[in-house]
């Protein structure tokens, strides 16, 4: 595993995934929008609203995904010094943060018609807004002091110890009593009928497909980024 | 790489368990004393358990019963069942699209001294099972329809 702490090595595989990702990504996205907001069936109950599912249920996952990611990272740039697993969490945080933000706001748009109301603070949504803030706070955290290292390092505690929200975000609507419906994506499989969950699960590997592909484009800024200050480091050093 | 190194990276790694483990503890413990203030809603079985003082405010949730639904005005009457204990509740205002008998709901208001809860809020609780309306139907006639769906039209 270490030998991919190597950037150049890490770059090597991160370019020959970018056209693949971009590839899938953009099927997807052709295939499984018409699918998901066209051509699949209105929901017995909810009508045309359930759209709003196709892209709120893959920004849900993509906004966990994106925090195992960038917490996994923090862990192995904490213990480890990896600077790359260090720079892969910096690239994905503005990310997860918007995938977290489309998930609360259309889980808005369609709580007011079917619930009644745009926001209740019942576990799961009051653990996913918490979520929101987390990156944010992360985000705000990585720059916040004049020596870069501290704050990638606040950063990186800061996002381990919010990991602790996961499994709570997860679990939410299971120990608790919500008003958010229960998890669609089981281990058992998805409670959808077959003509909605195949336009979801296309929406779910392209918004994948498209996170990987943005996350290896910011990354390589990253690296380029973090090659030019240590120039200008020695650069000054020399000096 | 030199032993000393070695040992380093072994502390940072048992620091980042242990304070994960420490963290994760320290959060079940806390949300389980506040189990209470999480839930957002209390069944029928669990309201009436629970003795509430008078005048406090509590959510209300469960499905609401077949052929209970009055509207006298402007005012819904209907029974929240948990298909063990019933409460009787009384609300003036506007109804989710989503609210019909069988399907779930969450009244917030107060339970008063005639037993009937008053509601000043009523929202629509929906399930995570979507289907097309063919497949509901199927479903209806197959007998496979399950508690807490919409019920199936003909039971008794």
Same mark, same amino acid.
């Given at each position: 595993m270490h030998k991919y702490a190597n950037p150049t090595q890490f770059i090597r595989i991160a370019n020959a995934v970018l056209p693949w990702s971009t590839a899938i990504a953009v099927a997807a996205f052709v295939i499984g929008l018409p699918l998901a907001l066209v051509f699949s069936p209105p929901d017995y109950q909810q009508g045309e609203t359930v759209r709003i599912m196709y892209v709120h249920v893959p920004a849900a996952w993509m906004s966990l995904m994106v925090y195992m990611v960038i917490a996994g990272s923090s862990a192995a740039f904490l213990i480890w010094r990896h600077t790359v697993a260090h720079l892969i969490a910096r690239a994905s945080a503005p990310l997860g943060a918007m995938f977290a933000a489309v998930c609360l706001i259309s889980g808005m748009l369609w709580g007011?018609?079917? #619930?009644?109301?745009?926001?209740? #603070?019942?576990a799961r949504l009051t653990s996913v807004l918490i979520l929101f803030f987390i990156y944010i706070g992360y985000i705000a955290l990585?720059?916040?002091?004049?020596?870069p290292e501290r704050g990638d390092r606040a950063a990186a505690i800061l996002a381990l110890v919010g990991s602790v929200n996961v499994p709570i975000i997860h679990f939410s609507v299971e120990w608790w009593s919500t008003l958010h419906q229960g998890t669609i994506i089981t281990m058992d499989g998805l409670t959808l009928s077959g003509d909605m969950a195949r336009p979801l699960l296309i929406m779910v590997a392209g918004f994948t497909a498209f996170y990987v592909s943005v996350v290896i484009i910011r990354l390589r800024a990253e690296l380029l980024a973090a090659k030019i200050r240590n120039a200008r480091q020695s650069l000054a050093a020399a000096e | 790489m030199t032993a000393k190194t070695m040992s380093r990276k072994n502390r940072r790694m048992i620091l980042v368990v242990l304070g994960l483990a420490l963290l994760g503890s320290g959060a079940a413990l806390v949300l389980t004393a506040m189990n209470d203030a999480i839930v957002f809603f209390f069944s029928p079985s669990e309201i009436k358990e629970r003795?509430?003082?008078?005048d406090q405010r509590v959510r209300l949730g469960g499905l609401v019963e077949d052929g209970s639904v009055t509207k006298a005005g402007g005012t819904v009457s209907f029974i929240v069942t948990d298909t063990v204990e019933k409460i009787s509740v009384s609300y003036t205002g506007v109804l989710p699209?989503?609210?019909?008998?069988?399907q779930g709901i969450v009244a917030e208001g107060r339970l008063g001294p005639d037993g009937v809860f008053q509601a000043s809020e009523v929202l629509a609780k929906h399930d995570e099972n979507y289907m097309p309306r063919e497949v509901a139907d199927a479903l209806k006639k197959n007998g496979h329809w399950q508690p807490g769906m919409e019920p199936v039209a003909d039971t008794p």
């Open positions: 007011q018609p079917m #619930w009644g109301t745009f926001w209740v #603070w019942d990585l720059d916040a002091f004049d020596d | 003795n509430l003082a008078a699209d989503l609210f019909r008998e069988g």
